[in-house]
């Protein structure tokens, strides 16, 4: 069993880069499968997800290269295989094969999604936008099976704001006849990457990273070349890293307008914030005061950063709320953070933390990836060896970041341990 080891308490100083974005890099390559040519993409990291899509899409007939960040994808030779199992479960955005090969082949049957455990993760607003726009869908033993004589264009409210849904009908709807309008639509910076790299594939799309999206079908698309978002997720887990166990931390590559709910937070709680064209520069904290914090459809406090936040509450004075109004499970690392000394508890969707409380080391389980990511910051400014298992959540969706914290001068290191067994006679 791989698991990462933490010696804490060591104040980390320097440069950190952010990689391309997950939740971006995770839509772009199935989207990519709707050029009739090759696409590269630039800047994407090298996660488990990519990864898993680069496997699905050569299983689908895509001939891809990947070096240093760089995908190509000759689409050219896809056929609209069904894939019911296997990888598709792997990860939650595989949901996005099925916007992208109903909207190339009019037909496709994917399994149901894999991804973090965060409550309920439906899926009833990609499927309400693929009916509208002409599909037949039906859930076949655990698959969704997808099928339309053609696609026409329609108006598609959303009933909750979702950014899966919004990418998913973009994606099918770039090449079906007339026009499409999706209202209530998300407004993520993700939802405006995949917009303009099918915009430069020929697409005809208006509005993305407003709430109301307007798409005018095309007959056909073609390759192009791509260059990825900064992920603003990752950036500001770097920013809390910053706050929590910094001694003057630049982060690289990050749109400071992408994380302003993040950064307007850790001013509240006294955090100096320097801002540059595409930097961040974070001196040392002290005297952390408490905040609530309530995550938000994009421009709000994001759900993914809830979790790494948490760590930062704990060392600040006083008592936090944090509210997730997205997802209704989102706190598994509360617990584990207990394990190390944190002063937390939850109650439904909140949690409520009490600081500042002195971290110490123990052995903890990531149970999601940005619990994964809070225990990290939480081995960091703890006394003594903090063990983290079931590491693959992390590494879903963080790129290099054992060698991104060493140059930052923290003692973490992958290694690799034998499981213990239990032999009952
Ligand atoms: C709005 C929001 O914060 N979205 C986050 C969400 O995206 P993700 O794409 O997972 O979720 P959505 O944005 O699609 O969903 C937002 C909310 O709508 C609900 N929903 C969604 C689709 C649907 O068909 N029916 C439905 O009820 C979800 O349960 C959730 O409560 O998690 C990702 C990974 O953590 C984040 O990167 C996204 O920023
Ligand atoms: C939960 C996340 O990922 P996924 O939706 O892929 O499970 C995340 O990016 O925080």
């Known amino acids: 069993m791989e698991v990462y080891k933490i010696n804490g308490a060591k104040r980390l100083h320097g440069t950190i880069k952010v990689s391309g974005a997950k939740n971006s890099a995770v839509a772009l390559i199935p989207a990519s499968l709707l050029a009739n040519s090759p696409v590269t993409i630039e800047g994407l990291p090298e ?22 960040g760089t995908m190509t994808i000759d689409p050219t030779n896809v056929v609209d295989m069904p894939l019911p199992n296997g990888n598709i479960k792997k990860l939650r955005a595989s949901y996005y094969l099925m916007g992208a ?21 439906p899926i009833d607003q990609h499927i309400k936008g693929f009916e509208a726009l002409g599909a037949n869908v039906s859930n076949e033993h655990g698959a969704i099976y997808l099928r339309a004589d053609g696609l026409v264009g329609t108006k598609i409210y959303l009933d909750v704001v979702s950014v899966g849904a919004t990418i998913n009908i973009m994606l099918a709807a770039v090449l079906a006849k007339g026009r499409t309008i999706i209202e209530n639509a998300a407004k993520e910076p993700e939802i405006i990457d995949v917009a303009t790299l099918l915009s430069n594939m020929g697409a005809n799309i208006k509005g993305a990273g407003t709430n109301v999206i307007r798409i005018d079908g095309v007959e056909e698309l073609h390759g192009t070349k791509h260059t990825i978002i900064p992920d603003r997720i990752e950036a500001g887990t ?59 459809v994009y421009p709000g406090f994001p759900t993914d950063l809830q979790q790494p936040f948490s760590v930062l509450l704990t060392q600040a004075t006083g008592t936090s709320v944090i509210t997730d109004t997205i997802y209704s499970a989102r706190f598994k690392q509360i617990d584990e953070l207990r394990r190390m000394n944190a002063n937390g508890r939850v109650d439904g969707r909140t949690a409520i933390v009490t600081g500042p409380a002195k971290l110490e080391a123990a052995t903890v389980r990531a149970s999601d990836l940005r619990a994964g990511a809070a225990l990290i910051l939480a081995g960091l400014i703890a006394e003594g060896e903090t063990e983290i298992q079931d590491i693959f959540h992390i590494e879903r ?7 991104k914290l060493r140059g930052l001068g923290a003692d973490i290191r992958r290694v690799e341990i034998k499981e213990i067994e239990v032999n009952v006679e």
């Open 238 to 296: 770097f920013m809390i890293m910053a706050a929590v166990a910094g001694d003057g931390i630049t982060i690289d590559n990050v749109i400071p307008f992408h994380v302003e709910a993040l950064t307007a937070k850790l001013r509240e709680m006294g955090v100096k914030v320097e801002e540059y064209e595409e930097k961040i520069f974070i001196p040392k904290a002290q005297n952390l005061q408490a905040v609530d914090v309530k995550t938000l």
């Open 397 to 403: 969706g963080y790129s290099s970041i054992i060698d």
């Open 101 to 121: 090969l109903l909207g190339k082949f009019k037909k496709a049957a994917i399994g149901l999604p894999g991804g973090c455990h965060l409550g309920p993760r």
């Open 47 to 68: 996660i488990l997800d990519v990864w898993t899509l680069k496997e699905i899409l050569e299983e689908l007939g895509a001939e891809i290269t990947f070096e240093d």
